[in-house]
């Protein structure tokens, strides 16, 4: 018999990873071929990419609309080889803008949805909830308080915790990684992940590079600046908006390195928060969207705070300096209170230790991706029974 067809589809660089873990944990059970939607990782992991999703990855309400026409291309070129190809399950991971649209689109043809990776309604806009009581078959999720809220909506549901845990390990000492990458082992290391979305460096990198500007010219001795470059950004762009006095050290495939060696991370709100929790890294969570989508976004919210990090513990763990917050001077003002070598200062730090400690223990035991891929394969399994 020929492989089972199935149709796996990410939007974004973290979904891709998420997405290629799950692709390779789905061959170990089965005799599948995986088509659909993705990036590098999920190339890596044998999936046949059909379109890109650096097509379609943006953030925020009306940088969407400028993208439109890439979007539909790549509904359209989904839709068309799942008509060809028939697959009885596809599974959408996060990205909810564009996959509850592709859900809608698969369902009348007989092709179950699973919702990997579950849209964080409880944040922003829950009713949507409905849509996928409508649209999926299966909702797994990754925080164990979406549990609740998907089954309260009627959605079948089931927590497999987060795939990020027990695969978030640095490689290399901070001795070692100093020496590879040039830095003075003694002195304090800044770590800044800015984001994997064009429109996320857009909006952070100017922001970030006067905070530094600041911070060289008031904190009192030296202090290293690493910069973690996400996949599919450009490195000789990035690295040409740091002026060569910030003496910014950019690394490639390496953050896990990067952020296990910092004495304090500056991350962009999303999945880096996770690993850097995961690693237990003081942090400070930035982020910023264009002023018009702001404006329209924030009657939609419904979360006293931003950052994963602090919604997962349900209390502000890390300071958040989001769109206004997040000034050059608001942002030196925080690495200054962090990186204080005072009794106040180190207390802040250890404060923020234990609080990570706690968010780690929510995050579920290790074994994420296996605990999806047999769901999946109970799912695919129990359909082609009913078809007998």
Do not use: Y
């Given at each position: 018999m020929p492989p089972t067809q199935l149709l796996l589809s990410a939007g974004e660089a973290s979904g891709d990873m998420y997405a290629a873990q799950l692709a390779t944990a789905l061959k170990q059970r089965m005799d599948v071929a995986i088509f659909g939607m993705g990036g590098p990782q999920m190339r890596a992991a044998g999936v046949e990419i059909i379109t890109d999703y650096s097509e379609v990855s943006v953030v925020g309400i009306t940088e969407v609309l400028r993208r439109l026409p890439s979007l539909r291309r790549a509904m359209r070129r989904l839709v068309d080889e799942a008509e060809r190809r028939r697959p009885p399950l596809a599974i959408l991971t996060d990205f909810p803008g564009f996959h509850l649209r592709l859900a809608r689109k698969l369902r009348p043809k007989g092709i179950r949805n699973v919702y990997y990776i579950c849209p964080q309604f409880w944040a922003w806009r829950p009713w949507r909830v409905n849509l996928v009581r409508r649209r999926f078959a299966q909702a797994l999720c990754i925080f164990h308080f979406e549990e609740k809220f998907y089954a309260d909506a009627g959605v079948p549901v089931k927590f497999i915790g987060h795939p990020l845990v027990g695969n978030v390990k640095p490689t290399l000492t901070r001795e070692f990684f100093c020496k590879k990458y040039g830095l003075e082992n003694e002195e304090p290391i800044l770590t800044l992940l800015p984001g994997s979305r064009r429109g996320e460096i857009a909006h952070h990198v100017p922001v970030l590079v006067k905070a530094l500007t600041e911070m060289r010219r008031t904190l009192p001795g030296r202090f290293e600046v690493?910069?973690?470059?996400?996949?599919g950004l450009n490195l000789e762009k990035l690295k040409a908006t740091f002026p060569a006095q910030l003496e910014a050290k950019f690394v490639e495939e390496d953050t896990y390195n990067a952020l296990a060696a910092a004495d304090l991370a500056i991350v962009s709100s999303g999945t880096a928060t996770v690993e850097t929790a995961l690693l237990g890294k003081p942090m400070i969570v930035v982020y910023r969207l264009s002023p018009l989508t702001a404006r329209?976004?924030?009657?939609?919210?419904?979360?006293?705070?931003?950052?994963?990090?602090?919604?997962?513990?349900?209390?502000?763990?890390?300071?958040?300096?989001?769109?206004?917050?997040?000034?050059?001077?608001?942002?030196?003002?925080?690495?200054?209170?962090?990186?204080?070598?005072?009794?106040?200062?180190?207390?802040?730090?250890?404060?923020?230790?234990?609080?990570?400690?706690?968010?780690?223990?929510?995050?579920?035991?290790?074994?994420?991706?296996?605990?999806?891929?047999?769901?999946?394969?109970?799912?695919?399994?129990?359909?082609?029974?009913?078809?007998?």
């Open positions: 690493v910069v973690a470059v996400a996949p329209l976004a924030k009657p939609l919210v419904r979360t006293k705070f931003f950052s994963m990090v602090n919604l997962i513990a349900g209390r502000g763990v890390v300071p958040e300096l989001i769109q206004d917050d997040f000034t050059p001077q608001r942002l030196a003002e925080e690495v200054a209170k962090l990186l204080s070598p005072s009794k106040e200062g180190r207390q802040r730090v250890n404060d923020m230790k234990l609080g990570l400690a706690e968010v780690q223990k929510l995050l579920g035991p290790p074994g994420a991706v296996d605990r999806a891929a047999d769901a999946i394969a109970a799912l695919l399994r129990a359909g082609e029974s009913n078809a007998k």
